[in-house]
């Protein structure tokens, strides 16, 4: 297929479309490479709109590691809006990536990477828009393999006919890996054309290829068993584990967005992993072992991402920052040096019980003192028993009370609705546990304004977690629950004004459900959502749960099992699940325990200090928890002078 650039036939649609500057690429840091010259072309791409798609790391990172080879060339495209794709389709102009608006069809691999299985159907459409079958099965050579990655794809089942090709875990050197058995294929002639290939990636054992594994079901609709039918393909495929954080500083040249996006900072990932063991957070559990970015190395990454960029905020990413073992010197080491130049720091996640005010002035001592949110997640102290949320109500009111009396009148607190054993009264605690806080930050701060935002979200089991055998809640109760918890606040004369109250009503949740715990037979539902007009399933104006419920009850007709047998069913030990054949690391036997003393009540501590308690992922990773203090200091390279010259 030509490479050539669409953007003659693109450049007269621009005027006619909405935020035109998000297709024109040409960011701060982006690159262009010879087409000619590599010997191995990436199309990556994140599954939604430019402004939620750019700032997305793991794509910034792999752009960065790809195109830091000679000859490896990789471009970045994103989900079009529909107002685009019209005229896309109008002008036969195909989905082009955004760096040299080259086709993607006309690459080696069209990489998508997916935080979210509510992407699914901008797969699809991207697909379609490219011109390359949307079945597997259907593409020829002229097609390039469609991969995917992110956490949806530690069950990529639903959109198994889809996609050639699926890499579980950490990206950087996977993709790597990949490129030198797609250079080393070319290489030698394409021998045995795409099966090959395909077959080639699948016996590293660390890609996932669908098409080489069979699934049976029982009668009853139950997988009976998936099972290789090539030989010398692994019954099993395991998750890539980067060790070594300080080996891979990205992204060095972050991307500088053209058109206004959700996150104008530059982002360093301050460790990577999490030990808290909350049983609901697949990301906690699917990225263990914990292994921490060194002091040197943060600091490093921060002074070289913001002289190559230019933003005036640095976010300190992981999943709960607070808990790097050397934060607070991280913290006052970066506010020191970048007093002068105002830099602001944010973390993103911040737990109660790791939170401490010396923290929070550190991180407001350059920029505004914003809210501070905190995820307490379960409204009852049984409740945070069952999620293994090991905060206290006494905890909670503790740190909100230094927070007030340090000056903050705006605390968010973040909650799930829908767990599981959850009664309506475990959810009206909610209400009780904002009272709390709202008469303890008027106490202590002699103010009646004082403000506490209760924001909720429903509960969605995911897979390799210990509740991926949990029932979910159906929508109609959730909305009923969440009801109740708003009329009781309302109705509350003393506090009620000073609640904010923000939820999501449960619909959208049951699809994703669907689609985080759903097996091959799903893909019949996308693909009749994605005919029928679905996209952008994430954004709750395009989201319409009765086109995926009116497709799912056509698509699974003639099978014995419907939505509900996928989202509200509660599985059995000796089920097999749909991702049993994608290694985690975790130990099964392990996540059965756990979800055995959820319903217990009974809580796990963090193996980050406490002794492994044997979820299988060192042993399995041949390593071991990789945590400071180092007792090093952040920034031995230079220290900015008022000039603003470091020496
Ligand atoms: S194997 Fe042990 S130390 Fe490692 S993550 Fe699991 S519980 Fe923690």
């Known amino acids: 297929m030509p490479a050539d650039s669409v953007f003659p036939r693109l450049e007269p649609l621009l005027p006619r479309v909405q935020k035109p500057i998000q297709y024109v690429g040409g ?73 040299a608006h080259r086709p993607v069809k006309a690459f080696d691999v069209f990489g998508v990477s997916f935080s979210t299985e509510l992407g699914y159907t901008n797969l699809l459409n991207a697909l379609d828009l490219a011109g390359i079958p949307l079945e597997a099965a259907d593409r020829t050579e002229d097609d390039p393999i469609v991969l995917i990655g992110g956490h949806a794809s530690f069950n990529p089942e639903p959109i198994a006919d889809f996609i050639d090709a699926a890499v579980v875990g950490d990206g950087e050197q996977a993709v790597l890996q990949i ?50 039918n ?9 998750k890539h584990t980067v060790m070594d954080l300080d080996e891979w500083p990205y992204p060095k040249q972050p991307l500088v967005p053209l058109a206004e996006t959700v996150h104008e900072r530059m982002s360093v990932e301050i460790f990577r992993g999490c030990t808290r063991g909350c049983r609901f957070c ?58 002068e130049d105002k830099i ?71 909650f799930m609705c829908g767990l599981p054993t959850e009664t309506d009264e475990d959810v009206l605690q909610i209400a009780e546990m904002a009272k709390k806080v709202i008469a303890k930050g008027r106490e202590v701060s002699g103010s009646r304004d004082i403000r506490c935002t209760v924001s909720i979200g429903g509960f969605v089991p995911k897979p390799h977690t210990p509740f991926q055998w949990a029932p979910q809640l159906d929508a109609k109760t959730t909305d009923e629950r969440l009801q109740k918890l708003r009329d009781v606040i309302r109705a509350d004369r003393q506090y009620g004004k000073s609640i904010g109250f923000r939820y999501h009503d449960g619909k959208p949740g049951i699809v994703e459900g669907l689609l985080s715990r759903g097996d091959r037979r799903v893909g019949k539902i ?122």
């Not at 503790?398 to 903050?408: D, K, L, S």
């Open 27 to 99: 960011e701060l840091n982006s690159t262009v490479k010879d087409w000619d010259a590599a010997a191995v072309r990436w199309a990556l791409m994140y599954p939604d709109a430019y402004e939620v798609g750019l700032p997305n790391q793991g794509v910034m990172i792999l752009y960065e590691v790809l195109n830091e080879v000679a000859d490896v060339l990789a471009e970045r495209t994103y989900a079009v809006w529909p107002d685009m794709e019209k005229l896309m389709r109008e002008h036969s102009v195909p989905q082009f990536t955004v760096d």
């Open 179 to 228: 490129t030198d058995v797609i250079r080393a294929w070319k290489a030698e002639g394409r021998p045995g054309g795409r099966d090959e290939l395909l077959f080639r990636l699948a016996v590293t054992g660390g890609v996932y290829v669908p098409r080489f594994y069979d699934v049976d079901y029982l009668e009853d609709g139950r997988i009976q068993r998936v099972a290789p």
């Open 230 to 238: 090539r030989s010398g393909v692994p019954w099993r495929v395991s």
């Open 282 to 339: 697949q990301a906690g559990m699917i990225t263990r072992p914990v292994r921490e970015r060194s002091i040197t190395g943060i600091g490093e990454m921060v002074e070289k991402g913001l002289k190559a960029t230019g933003f005036e905020e640095v976010g300190l990413l992981s999943l709960s920052s607070a808990d790097h073992t050397e934060i607070g010197e991280v913290a006052k080491g970066l506010a020191d040096r970048y007093t």
């Open 344 to 414: 602001g720091l944010s973390l993103p996640s911040t737990r109660v019980d790791a939170f401490n005010i010396d923290l929070a002035n550190e991180l407001t001592r350059n920029g505004r003192r914003s809210g501070l949110t905190f995820a307490p997640e379960g409204g009852s102290e049984r409740m945070r028993k069952v999620i293994n949320k090991m905060v206290s109500e006494e905890d909670l009111i503790r740190t909100v009370a230094t927070a007030y009396g340090n000056g903050w009148r705006q605390v968010k607190l973040y």
């Open 526 to 647: 996308i693909r009749a959502v994605w005919e029928d007009g679905g996209r952008f399933d994430g954004w709750s104006e395009h989201f319409s749960f009765d086109r995926w419920m009116k497709s799912a009850e056509k698509a699974l007709a003639d099978e014995p099992v419907d939505v509900d047998w996928y989202t509200t069913r509660e599985r059995d030990w000796n089920e097999v699940l749909p991702w049993d054949h994608l290694d985690s690391g975790l130990d099964k036997d392990w996540l059965w325990e756990d979800w055995q003393d959820a319903l217990d009540e009974v809580e796990v501590e963090d193996c980050r200090w406490t002794p492994c308690f044997d979820c299988g992922v060192c042993p399995q990773m041949q390593t071991e928890i990789q945590i400071g203090p180092t007792g090093q200091k952040l920034l031995p390279l230079s220290v900015k002078q008022p000039s603003g010259q470091g020496v």
